[in-house]
């Protein structure tokens, strides 16, 4: 039996087919405005296309904590821009407010996730479900994933299922499915009792498509190899990834660190240690680790330069599960170490190359880079890149959505337009005092108090203004003030007075 209606306003058109016990759904967008290009809102830090600079984008956190945000929320931009869609980025708020202008303006709301279900994440998924449930245009979910321990437990989210449920159910009423990262976070949701769940991996590994060339440059590494090893400050504090990082220091004397956090970015520019991340010294971003004394460490705030500069590098290793696919997709080799459910699940997903990060730091010569190299295959990543990337447009379609790769020029337009622009270059530690290094970071110091200041005066004219008018209204809305009274009390018998003469 076939049925129709529409269904989230105007702009999609829901058609359910019922097949035996089955009832499946088929979701089409249908514009208002059939002349008008389709309108996606996409949430991430920002565009692709928005060059900021260092100190603006440390101001303004457009990275969203970490800089791994941004690269699958570059890849789902560009993977969504086709010649008749465009896609707009949200800077990340949820903000229940601005539903209404979101169904007026957009014909669907994008939401690429990364690891959304854990306890510290909760309070933010509940506004973005909050936002959802005011929202009556299709929602898509790429990629989301839960968090715990490697062996898959999860106990210690069971505390926040109700706030899971809430999110999911909320989505999958705009939506014919819900895209997770992998395995474990497709059994967590099937076990609430979702059935529409699609494990399609995460959007960054798919920025190029169907293509996805990772090769050995190198029979094997020697301590001259270019080595890039990356990390986070919970990997380090409390699982001993400081260890391999200091052991590899020692042996491999062109190593550099990649951080990824706001609190990293922020210790190489401005040796800002005001962020509880400070506490952790081992790190490379810490102004009191050797490796930032040296230069070798840097943060990136664009994914373009991130890529590029990977490019040049032997190998890639460490716990960040998005350092290392800008590795893959620079080309260069990676092994990932895995210190929890999130990154294990996709690394297996995709057939990435890793090994447990607790069983590494037990024995750190297994974690050398030369025998990660040489026992890492990549023939998985590589092989069965194309089924995966089927999968994931498959998700696409039955979502309503179109992809440059089917739908469009393969994203020629989008690297056409990312070569005309020119981005910061990494973020190196603050070792210097040249006049340079100086006049960049207290030129823009002087231009925020300018800013302050004018913003201050304007706040102080506001505030006079507003003033001015509750007093006034107050005293309009006190009949019965002591002036008043005084003034009713002694005018009367003045008046009488002065009218008798006497």
Request: one cysteine or more; glycine letters at 8%; aromatic letters at 8%.
């Amino acid at each position: 039996m076939l049925r129709s209606r529409a269904a989230y306003g105007k702009k999609v058109v829901l058609t359910f087919y019922r097949n035996r016990n089955e009832l499946k759904v088929n979701l089409k967008f249908v514009s208002s405005k059939d002349h008008r290009v389709k309108r996606i809102l996409l949430r991430s830090g920002k565009s692709p296309y928005d060059v900021v600079g260092v100190e603006e984008a440390l101001h303004r956190d457009v990275i969203a904590t970490n800089s791994g945000n941004l690269i699958f929320s570059d890849a789902a931009h560009k993977i969504l821009e086709t010649p008749g869609t465009e896609v707009v980025s949200n800077g990340m708020p949820s903000d229940v407010s601005a539903a209404a202008r979101i169904n007026e303006e957009y014909d669907a709301f994008v939401v690429p996730l990364a690891n959304a279900f854990r306890p510290s994440f909760e309070s933010a998924l509940k506004r973005m479900t909050r936002l959802i449930s005011k929202l009556n245009i299709p929602v898509v979910v790429l990629g989301v994933g839960a968090q715990t321990g490697v062996s898959y437990n999860p106990d210690r989210l069971k505390r926040m299922e109700p706030t899971v449920r809430e999110f999911c159910a909320a989505v999958l009423e705009r939506s014919a499915s819900i895209g997770v990262r992998g395995e474990f976070t497709e059994q967590y949701l099937k076990d609430m009792g979702f059935k529409d769940v699609e494990v399609i991996g995460c959007p960054s590994l798919f920025m190029y498509g169907e293509r996805l060339p990772v090769h050995k440059k190198a029979l094997e590494l020697t301590p001259q190899s270019r080595i890039a090893i990356n990390g986070s400050h919970s990997a380090v504090r409390a699982q001993g990834l400081d260890r391999i990082i200091t052991r590899t220091h020692e042996r491999y004397p062109n190593l550099c660190f990649v951080g990824q956090n706001i609190s990293d970015a922020r210790q190489l520019h401005w040796r800002d240690l005001s962020d509880p991340n400070a506490a952790v010294t081992a790190i490379p971003t810490h102004p009191d680790h050797p490796m930032f004394r040296e230069d070798k460490v840097r943060v990136y705030v664009d994914p373009v330069t991130w890529i590029d500069d990977l490019r040049s590098f032997d190998f890639s290793f460490g716990s960040r599960i998005h350092g290392n696919i800008a590795a893959l997709l620079a080309g260069t080799p990676a092994t990932v170490l895995c210190g929890d459910s999130r990154t294990l699940e996709l690394c297996r997903y995709f057939g990435i190359p890793h090994r447990r990060l607790d069983r590494a730091v037990k024995d750190p010569e297994s974690a050398d880079p030369a025998k990660l190299y040489a026992e890492a295959d990549f023939g998985g990543l590589v092989g069965g890149h194309q089924e995966r990337f089927e999968r994931f447009t498959g998700f696409l379609d039955r979502n309503g959505l179109e992809n440059t790769f089917t739908h469009g020029d393969g994203g020629a337009a989008f690297e056409k337009r990312m070569r005309t622009l020119t981005f910061p270059a990494a973020i190196r530690p603050w070792n210097d005092t040249d006049v340079a290094s100086l006049t960049s970071r207290f030129g823009w110091l002087h231009s925020r108090i300018d800013e302050l200041s004018l913003d201050n005066a304007r706040l102080e004219r506001e505030l006079a203004r507003a003033g001015a008018r509750t007093a006034k209204a107050t005293a309009a809305q006190l009949p019965g003030s002591v002036y008043r009274r005084a003034r009713r009390a002694v005018g009367r018998p003045i008046r009488r007075a002065l009218g008798s003469g006497g």
